[in-house]
């Protein structure tokens, strides 16, 4: 086995530090036998010249970018935030915005498709943030906007969110029938 390679995988999937007795418990190997390995691992990322590197925080270790290209990937994040948001994002936020606090899984069950990639992105913009838990079994994390929403939109407070549109702005089926219009499809059509 490569241990090497599966340490790598662990440490980048983790994105946090892990301590050499997690990574060779990971691995299914003793500490002994993962010390070596990440010496490997050291040793590859500095001589190929990668843009990455491995750090030892004390018995712990992280896979990093190089200090030296901080400035190329502030550029790119930045860039990244500047971005449009998008058709995704603005129905999710404008959920988020109308229901707060509420739970991924309201927005969820609203737009009807995963949303928490959606929602972790506009944390992530800084236009929605966690706010505490919910009092729901298994005490989800609730979300709402955040002063860089407002910011960006515009508003002074939340509540200078435009109206929803209310039920006497809807057509519903028995208004159009009381119009005069037929609420169902001509036969033979769909």
Known sequence: MNYTAIAEAILFASGEPLTAEK???????????ITPALERLERRYSDAGSGL???????????ATREEYAPFIKTAVEL????????AAME???????N????KAFVEQVRGIDSGSVVNTLVERGLAEEA???????????????????????????????PLPGEEVQLSFDSAADDGLDAAPPEGTL
């Open 23 to 33: 990574l060779a418990e990971a691995c299914g190997v003793t500490k002994r036998e």
């Open 53 to 63: 590197a491995l750090l030892r925080l004390g018995n712990s270790y992280q896979i």
């Open 80 to 87: 990244r935030r500047q971005t449009p948001l998008s058709a």
């Open 92 to 98: 999710t936020l404008a959920i988020i915005a109308y």
């Open 100 to 103: 707060q606090p509420i739970s």
């Open 132 to 162: 505490g838990r919910l009092d729901l079994p298994g005490r989800p994390a609730a979300y709402r906007t955040t002063e860089n929403f407002l910011r960006c939109f515009g508003l002074t407070h939340i509540k200078d969110l435009p």
